[in-house]
């Protein structure tokens, strides 16, 4: 059997994990087993997630194939593009100065804050009544 030559990146989002694969082909985009137009509705989350190819017009040399859990459609669609510019590095590090220019190798850390004791939420309080 042939040897296969694929990149492998993690993205990571809130709560979301992208494992993203990079072959080389003819730039077909799987999310989950299933079409990136279907799986990734809007428009936004589209561009989210194709965002760290266009930086040096890579779209069409490599089929993507991406496995996604956890979180919400947006925070997946951020963790798939920076799985993608971590896979872009493995197959060419000169690429990471324009990827890193561009704000996708630095992962977005804000994650969702905990819920307080004595509170109805993480900031929200219980209403106060004077009387």
């Known amino acids: ?18 494992r993203v694969f990079l ?6 985009f799987t999310v ?24 040096q017009g890579i779209d069409e040399t490599f089929d993507i194939i991406t496995t ?4 919400g459609v947006m925070g997946q ?7 993608i510019a971590r896979a872009l590095m493995e197959f060419n590090p000169e690429l990471r100065k324009a990827l890193k220019s561009e704000g996708f190798v630095t992962r977005d850390s804000r994650g969702k804050e905990r ?4 509170q109805r939420g ?5 209403q ?4």
Do not use: C, H, W
């Not at 087993?33 to 936004?44: D, G």
């Not at 589209?46 to 760290?52: D, G, L, T």
């Open 77 to 83: 669609a951020d963790a798939v593009r920076l799985g």
């Open 1 to 18: 059997m042939a040897d296969l030559v694929q990149y492998y990146g993690t993205g990571r989002r809130k709560s979301s994990i992208a």
């Open 68 to 71: 996604v859990k956890g979180g």
């Open 32 to 55: 989950n087993k299933r079409e990136f137009e279907q799986y990734f509705v809007t428009p936004a989350q589209r561009a989210a997630a194709k965002q760290s190819l266009g930086v």
């Open 23 to 28: 072959r080389p082909g003819s730039g077909k």
């Open 115 to 118: 819920k307080k004791y004595g």
């Open 122 to 126: 993480a900031r929200a309080r219980f």
């Open 128 to 131: 106060f009544s004077k009387r």
